[in-house]
């Protein structure tokens, strides 16, 4: 049972990455997708979710028109878009999922994780 996130790096203000989310060992569209970030000295946050079918997305204020979810069920992959990226998106980045598909900004209510990866968005 496992979870890759990947596609961080370094960019600078105003640029774009893509994340991807890899499942591996279990039922992807069984579980909602969460994306969480955590940058240094703050508190770990959910940035956006998406439901197992993909009908159904939530983001966290600060990036909505910014950010897009999305999830393909036959690649067993979740992405988050990021656009127009700004120094205060500068986290790791987790992605997680929930097998009962609860909507939930509480990271403990997700019962896989993947390892982070590193977004730097220089200014």
């Known amino acids: 049972v496992q979870l890759q996130a990947s596609g961080g790096g370094l960019v600078q203000s105003g640029g774009s990455l893509r994340l991807s989310c890899a499942a591996s060992g279990f039922t992807f569209d069984y579980f909602e997708i969460g994306w969480f970030r955590q940058a240094p000295g703050k508190v770990l946050e959910r940035v956006s979710c998406?439901?197992?079918?993909?009908?159904?997305?939530s983001y966290l204020d600060s990036v909505k028109g910014r950010f897009t979810v999305s999830r393909d069920n036959a690649k067993n992959t979740a992405y988050l878009e990021m656009n127009s990226l700004k120094p205060e998106d500068t986290a790791v980045y987790y992605c997680?999922?929930?097998?009962?598909?609860?909507?939930?900004?509480?990271?403990?209510?997700?019962?896989?994780w993947g390892q982070g990866t590193q977004v730097t968005v220089s200014s």
């Open positions: 997680a999922a929930d097998r009962k598909n609860r909507g939930s900004y509480v990271a403990n209510e997700y019962d896989i």
């Open positions: 998406i439901s197992n079918k993909g009908d159904s997305t």
